[in-house]
C-alpha cells in the first residue's frame, strides 16, 4: 500500500503522525510525507521521504495571526488560518501528489488534507491530536469553512465533520481530554500513545535521593508574546524546590534566563524517554505533552496560556492527575503547586490508572490496520 501521511510543520502536530508512519513502514508500504517546506528536515531526521507543500503566503498568515480576536480564538485558528489560508494553499498540490505518488490510503493530523484525499477518491484517516469540544471552538464555523474548500475541490457541502461524513477518526488522546463524551467521534479508533522517538518502555522503580521534575513550556511559547514572559518565573520556582529539575525551553533565548539554580538544567529539547525520567510533568499542558505523561502515570501541574492549553489543564484538574496555575500566577503558586502534587499520592494513582488503560488500547500498528478495513 502507498500511503502519504501530512502534519503541519510544528512539533505538536507532526510527533503524533511519525508513529503511525513508522507502523506503516514495519508492514511493508511506501511511505511519503507532504509537510510544509519547514517541516521536511525534521520528517527526514526520523528517516521518512518527505515533500514540500505549500502553506500559505506569510505575509497573509501574518496579519491574520496579528489580528487574533479577544474570543473564539481556537475558532479563528482553525476555520480563518489552518483552513481559509494554508488548507486552500496546499489543496492544488496535495491533489497532484496523491496521483503522482498513486497513494491509496492519507493519514493527516489536518482537516484540509483530508479534504484532499476525499476528493481524489482514496482512504483517509483524520488523526486527532487535540480534543474537538473545546469552550471557545464554534464547529459550524470551522465546517461552514470546510465546506467552502470542498467546494473548491469540486465537492459537495457536507455540512459535517469529516469523522461523520466518511472518514475514519483515530487518536492516541485519552478520551478523558474531551469535555464530554457524547461529542466522541463515532467509530474512533482509540490507540496507544507512542513518542516521536519509540515506543514507551515500561516504568522502571528508582531510588531517587531526591524528586526529578520536568518543566515544558512547549515548541512555540518561547518564540511568542504569551510566552515569553512566562520562562523567567517558572525558573525560578522550579529553583525554589528541593528537586533535581530539567526545563527544555526551544526557541527560548536561554540568555534571557540569567543565572541558573544549581538544581535546575536547562537545554532546548530532550526526547520524551529522556525527558519524562520524572516523578512530575509541568507543563504548558499542549496535547503531545500531556498525553505522553499520562502513557506513563505521571502527575502533572499545567500552566496553559493558549490554543487548547487552557481546556486541557481543566480537564486534568477534573481527572485528578493534576493542578492548574495561570501563567499570571506563577511566582506565587508555581512551587507550593508542585509541592502539593509530589506530596499527595493520589495524584500518582489517578494518573497510573490512566496509563494501565493507555497500555491496553491497540498498538499504531493495529489502528492502521483496522483504518484499512
Known amino acids: 500500500m502507498r500511503v502519504i501521511f501530512t502534519a503541519e510543520a510544528g512539533l505538536g502536530h507532526l510527533h503524533p503522525v511519525i508513529p503511525l508512519a513508522r507502523a506503516a513502514v514495519a508492514a511493508g508500504d511506501d511511505v511519503l510525507f507532504a509537510v510544509p517546506a519547514e517541516g521536511v528536515a525534521r520528517v ?43 488548507a486552500r494553499a496546499a489543496l492544488p498540490a496535495l491533489q497532484a501528489l496523491i496521483g503522482s505518488f498513486g497513494a491509496d490510503l492519507l493519514v493527516s493530523a489536518e482537516l484540509g488534507a483530508i479534504v484532499a ?13 487535540t480534543a474537538l469540544d473545546l469552550a471557545d471552538l464554534d464547529l459550524s464555523r470551522v465546517i461552514a469553512a470546510l465546506d467552502d474548500l470542498r467546494e473548491s475541490a469540486g465537492l459537495p457541502r457536507s455540512g459535517r465533520m469529516p469523522y461523520d461524513s466518511g472518514s475514519r477518526y483515530l487518536s492516541s488522546l485519552p478520551p478523558l481530554l474531551w469535555a464530554d463524551p457524547a461529542h466522541l467521534p463515532p467509530d474512533g479508533i482509540w490507540f496507544r500513545h507512542e513518542d516521536a522517538e519509540g515506543p514507551v518502555s515500561a516504568a522502571v522503580s528508582t531510588i531517587r535521593p531526591r524528586p526529578k521534575v520536568y518543566a515544558t513550556l512547549g515548541s512555540v511559547a518561547g518564540a511568542n508574546d504569551f510566552g515569553r514572559p512566562i520562562f523567567r518565573p517558572v525558573l525560578e520556582a522550579l529553583g525554589r524546590l528541593d528537586v533535581d529539575a530539567l526545563f527544555t525551553v526551544g526557541p527560548f533565548d536561554r540568555d534571557q534566563l540569567g543565572a541558573l539554580p544549581d538544581n535546575v538544567t536547562v537545554a532546548a529539547y530532550a526526547p520524551q524517554a529522556k525527558a519524562m525520567d520524572c516523578d512530575l510533568v509541568v507543563t504548558h499542558a499542549g496535547s503531545g505533552t500531556t498525553v505522553a505523561a499520562l502513557a506513563r502515570g505521571l502527575p502533572l501541574v499545567a500552566v496553559p496560556m493558549f490554543a487548547d492549553q487552557m481546556h486541557n489543564a481543566d480537564r486534568l484538574v477534573a481527572a ?6 495561570d501563567p499570571d500566577q506563577v511566582n506565587e503558586k508555581l512551587t507550593p503547586a508542585i509541592e502539593r502534587v509530589l506530596g499527595d499520592p493520589s495524584y500518582r494513582i489517578a494518573a497510573q490508572r490512566i496509563a494501565t488503560d493507555i497500555a491496553a488500547r491497540p ?10 478495513t
Not at 484525499?117 to 491530536?129: C, F
Open 320 to 325: 485528578g492527575v493534576g493542578v492548574r496555575v
Open 117 to 129: 484525499a476525499e476528493a481524489s477518491g482514496i482512504d483517509r484517516g483524520m488523526l486527532g491530536i
Open 44 to 86: 527526514e531526521a526520523f528517516g521518512f521521504a518527505a515533500t514540500a507543500i505549500p502553506s500559505g503566503d506569510p505575509a497573509d498568515i501574518g496579519r491574520a495571526w496579528a489580528n487574533l480576536p479577544d474570543h473564539d480564538r481556537n475558532t479563528y485558528v482553525i476555520a480563518d488560518i489552518f483552513l481559509r489560508i494554508q
Open 363 to 372: 498498538s499504531p500498528a493495529d489502528a492502521l490496520d483496522l483504518l484499512r
